[in-house]
C-alpha cells in the first residue's frame, strides 16, 4: 500500500508521479512534463513544430531525435517548494506550451489509482472514497491541481 502522497506532489512540483495520469502515454497525449520530457513528432507539430519548441530559449535545450524531441526543463533537474513560492521555472515554460497535449480530465486515469487519502491504513480499499465525501472531492480536485503546479 502506497503512503498518501498527493500533498507532496503539489508541494514540491519538480516531482514526478509514480505512475501516469494518462491513459494515452506519448501518442495522441503526454502524461506529465518534467526536467526530461520526451514528445514525438505528431505531438510537437500540434503545438507549433521545433521552432515553436526552441523558442522556449536557450535554457531549455532541445534535443532532437529520429521521431521526436526530448525537451530539457533548464540546467538541472529541480524539486521546488511551493511553500516557500519555489516553483521550478523552467519547467513552468515547458507546461504552458505543452500544456494543450495533456489529455482531457475525463480521460484520465480515477486518482484513486494515483494516491490515497490522508486516513488510509494497511488494508485501505480505494472504494472507500465513496463513503467519505470530503476524501471523494479531493480526489476528483487532484488531477486538476497536478495539471497547475507549475503556476
Do not use: C
Not at 11 to 34: K, M, Q
Amino acid at each position: 500500500m502506497r503512503p498518501f502522497i498527493a500533498p507532496y506532489l503539489l508541494r514540491f512540483p519538480g516531482l514526478n508521479l509514480p505512475e501516469t495520469l494518462s491513459t494515452y502515454l506519448f501518442v495522441e497525449h503526454i502524461s506529465d512534463i518534467n526536467w526530461l520530457t520526451i514528445i514525438n513528432e505528431k505531438l510537437a507539430a500540434r503545438i507549433g513544430g521545433p521552432e515553436r519548441l526552441r523558442a522556449l530559449g536557450e535554457n531549455i535545450p532541445i534535443i532532437e531525435y529520429p521521431g521526436g524531441y526530448i525537451i530539457q526543463a533548464g540546467p538541472r533537474p529541480e524539486m521546488g517548494d511551493r511553500s516557500k513560492g519555489d516553483i521550478p521555472r523552467f519547467y513552468g515554460k515547458v507546461q504552458d506550451l505543452l500544456r494543450p497535449l495533456y489529455p482531457p480530465l475525463e480521460k484520465m486515469l480515477p486518482p484513486e489509482k494515483i494516491v490515497l487519502p490522508p486516513d488510509a491504513a494497511i488494508g485501505y480499499v480505494p472504494s472507500d472514497l465513496d463513503t467519505d465525501i470530503e476524501n471523494q472531492e479531493y480526489m476528483q480536485d487532484f488531477p486538476t491541481l497536478w495539471l497547475h503546479r507549475f503556476e
